[in-house]
């Protein structure tokens, strides 16, 4: 699962430097439901920092008003 993993943030890394958002320019379905898999980046044993990309991308979405208040529901979180 690790190495697949880190091969899936190789793709998205490369991907992201190419445009702005996963399907493009614009913010899409594609980045909503990839978020949550992103955010859980700790538990994947992967340091973010190795795809600055991938980074640029999970710091700009974090601060979109609809995640931050996703993110706080409790459960989520647990």
Same mark, same amino acid.
């Given at each position: 699962?690790?190495?697949?993993?880190?091969?899936?943030?190789?793709?998205?890394?490369?991907?992201?430097?190419?445009?702005?958002?996963?399907?493009?320019?614009?913010?899409?379905?594609? +980045?909503?439901?990839? @978020? !949550?898999? =992103?955010? $859980?980046?700790?538990?994947?044993?992967? +340091?973010?920092?190795? @795809? !600055?990309? =991938?980074? $640029?991308?999970?710091?700009?979405?974090?601060?979109?008003?609809?995640?931050?208040?996703?993110?706080?529901?409790?459960?989520?979180?647990?």
């Amino acid at each position: 699962y690790h190495k697949e993993t880190k091969r899936l943030y190789g793709v998205m890394d490369k991907r992201l430097g190419e445009a702005t958002y996963l399907a493009g320019d614009d913010y899409t379905l594609a +980045d909503i439901a990839t @978020y !949550p898999w =992103v955010q $859980r980046n700790n538990r994947h044993q992967v +340091d973010l920092g190795d @795809y !600055p990309n =991938v980074k $640029r991308w999970y710091d700009e979405i974090s601060k979109r008003p609809a995640v931050e208040k996703g993110m706080a529901v409790p459960f989520y979180n647990e």
